[in-house]
């Protein structure tokens, strides 16, 4: 016997976004649920948020019987804004995020090369590349509760009570 090929993309997560009701309408037309599109407790934005719940639910149990990919196809077709949700090592990996420019390599404190994340909006008046290491942890915990309006003795408390911890 011959087992049937597990689909490796089926189950996979996307974000999808439909805020607007001409969007919800064109979600419902693409997964052929026009049957949602006039249930009342999917009827409006106020509606559908009421029975979220439900709806992630049906949504869910809907989108299940699709593959990633078919489903992005379907989707992006449509005009349905909606995005592959990648892991860590994915998104590493992603051709179009390293063209941008997002995927960056940059030197740590300890003058190791790592990858690193770069802000994915461009500004025409700010630098596309990082400019330094994100900081060790703890580094930072005093200037930053400086900056909230703690003193001097409330962050030793803090410190005492092990609530925050600091690279000095």
Known sequence: ???????????????MSVPF???????????????WIE???????ESRLQNRDDLHSELDDEFRSYSQSDLMDILLDANVPAAEVNTVEQALRDQHLQARGTIQTIEDSEGDDVRAVAPPIRLSEEPETLSSAPPELGE????????????EDE???LLAEGVIQTSS
Not at 1 to 15: F, K, M, S, T
Not at 39 to 45: I, Q
Request: hydrophobic share 25%; charged share 40%.
């Open 39 to 45: 249930n009342p407790r999917y009827e409006t934005k």
């Open 1 to 15: 016997l011959q087992e049937p090929a597990v689909d490796a993309d089926r189950g996979r997560p996307i974000y």
């Open 155 to 157: 962050i030793e408390s």
């Open 21 to 35: 009701q001409h969007l919800w309408v064109r979600l419902c037309k693409a997964v052929d649920r026009p049957d």
């Open 140 to 151: 930072d915990s005093r200037e930053v509760l400086r900056e909230c309006g703690y003193d």
